[in-house]
């Protein structure tokens, strides 16, 4: 293997021009530098599907105690309780369980028809003007609002909400997170809903958490913390906001490109959700993740230390054409996508994936059926900054 130092294989998660477009060099760090060390900011990374999904199973090896992004995990601060994507096993397992009530496979079912109304309630009125926003019409309007009545959030105070949960993932340009100088966010925001909901129950989940019972990683049985119910909404609504709105950004660009495919789903509906999980792994809205390696670890020839961060690049490992043959470079809603990474494996694997494929699959379904054809206008469309999440910040078309 080459060593960095003597090769021009370069990879930044916080260089802007290159996350505009990171595939070929993707490629270049899977055949010619599958253990990648930045000198720079002192991380390593993998890049093969093999070794990112071995990876993710292995949470002895690679744990998320630290945090799952870089940035938490050097500047080594304290996780507040029930930060599930930051947590290992046992106590990860008790947490996940709590909150896996939120998103059974009939709560997700009882969603749709919800769903639908929120697309339609933002699409309508734009039928007929000849432009849509991918980002500010439809991506960031309906994610927030099936978040929100999932947590019981009230609808004039979701867009004050979103935004706030947005704004702990964004980063300057080429600049680590905030949350890494300045802490990790509590969810004090949530306070208000969380007292008023004590007073008022409701069918919805932040009722649910109040009154949850459950034994702890000590055998106590008892209830959440005011800090963990704080923590828990805080990273629901984030999660459930952000990568939702950059599946239907992504959704926009790639079936601008792939005009012939496009048309397809409009005349076949029903190959709608493979398009979505072939959208997934070609533009993941997460493109990498990061773990501290707990003890030395022998790979490709060379030691990585205990102790480093290793980056796991889930959008290098989804375009392997080691998994993904013939060419993961190319899109193909026809393709058998088999297991991409983009909802992560094993301990981790994302609880709100249901969701996520059940919003992408409506929003598609919604779209296609108003606006059959769009052309994105990229002279003003723009990227997000935010090294954790890649995707579109607004995404203006023009509708036929």
Known sequence: MTTSAASDVYYDPYDVQLNADPYPMFKRLREEEPLYYNEQHDFY???RFEDVNAALLDHGTYSSAKGAIMELIKADIPIPPGVLIFEDPPIHDIHRKLLSRMFTPRKIRELEDKIREFCARSLDPLVGTGKLDFI???GAQMPMRVIGMLVGIPEEDQEAIRDFANEQMRTEEGKPMKAASEGMVGGDIFGAYIDWRAEHPSDDIMTELLNVEFADETGTVRKLTREEL???VNVVSGAGNETTTRLIGWAGKVLAEHPDQRRQLVEN???IPNAVEELLRFEPPAPHVARHVTHDVELYGSTVPRGSAMML???AANRDHRHFAPDGDVFDIH????QHLTFSVGTHYCMGSALARLEGRIALEEILKRFPEWEVDLS???LSPTSTVRGWETLPAITR
Do not use: V
């Open 45 to 47: 990374a993998l890049s």
């Open 230 to 232: 704080l923590t828990y």
């Open 313 to 315: 690049l889930i959008g």
């Open 136 to 138: 500010a019409d439809i």
């Open 269 to 271: 509906p029903s190959l």
């Open 335 to 338: 393709r058998d996508t088999r």
């Open 380 to 382: 003003a469309a723009k």
